[in-house]
């Protein structure tokens, strides 16, 4: 068994151990609202938002980019389980921001290990089989931060499957405060109809 794996079956032995009625939490989230934000690591929504287990919905992917996986789950989370209010929370320095689809393609073209930044941007090892399939991925990669948040939530707002009568908000996480900074075109453009 590697390290990993056994530090995380200790950890949930212990948070099993103390599970205590949890088990009960409903399935629809308790304070009505979703978050879609990325998946990196130094992002906690349930600190930054003040969440408990069964508050919220949470959405991550990379980027938390409005993708069609992330509008699918929103339009669940409102029409299954009565969310209605939303949240789009990219953040700075995100490694979405240091490539763009044609670096994605090249480096999976090049080999399937993982990839390093240097003084002259991403490179590869090169030193295994690679695919041409990433040239087909749209990697949703952030030009500029704040525009991406506007994107983003004008793309969720504009769905034909999205209820005109949910807010969505548009918000940026700082990494070096732990703050939210509003972007006022992105909640703007989320205004209910």
């Known amino acids: 068994m590697s390290e990993i794996k ?10 099993a151990a103390a599970f205590g009625d949890k088990g009960s939490l409903p399935m ?8 879609l934000t990325c998946m990196d690591a ?6 930054y938002a003040g969440l408990a287990e069964g508050d919220a919905h949470v959405i991550r992917n990379a980027g938390g980019r409005a993708s069609d996986d992330a509008i699918r789950s929103l339009v669940i989370s409102h029409k299954l389980l009565g969310t ?8 700075t320095d995100c490694g979405m921001e240091t490539f763009t689809n044609e670096i994605m393609a090249r480096l999976l073209a090049s080999s399937l290990k993982t990839a390093y930044i240097d003084e002259t941007g991403w490179q590869d090892h090169g030193d295994n089989e690679g695919s041409p399939e990433g040239k087909y991925i749209n990697w949703l990669t952030i030009a500029h931060n704040a525009k ?3 994107e983003d939530v004008t793309r969720i707002r504009a769905h034909p499957l999205v209820n005109p009568e949910i807010p969505i908000h548009g918000y940026i996480y700082d990494c070096k405060t732990g703050e939210l900074v509003e ?6 453009a989320g205004a209910t109809k």
């Open 28 to 35: 629809p989230p308790g304070r009505g609202f979703a978050i």
């Open 6 to 15: 056994s530090e995380i079956l200790s950890a949930n032995q212990a948070y």
């Open 183 to 188: 972007v006022p075109e992105a909640t703007q």
């Open 84 to 91: 209605n209010e939303w949240f789009v929370i990219h953040h």
């Open 148 to 150: 991406s948040v506007v």
């Open 42 to 47: 130094r992002l906690d929504p349930a600190k």
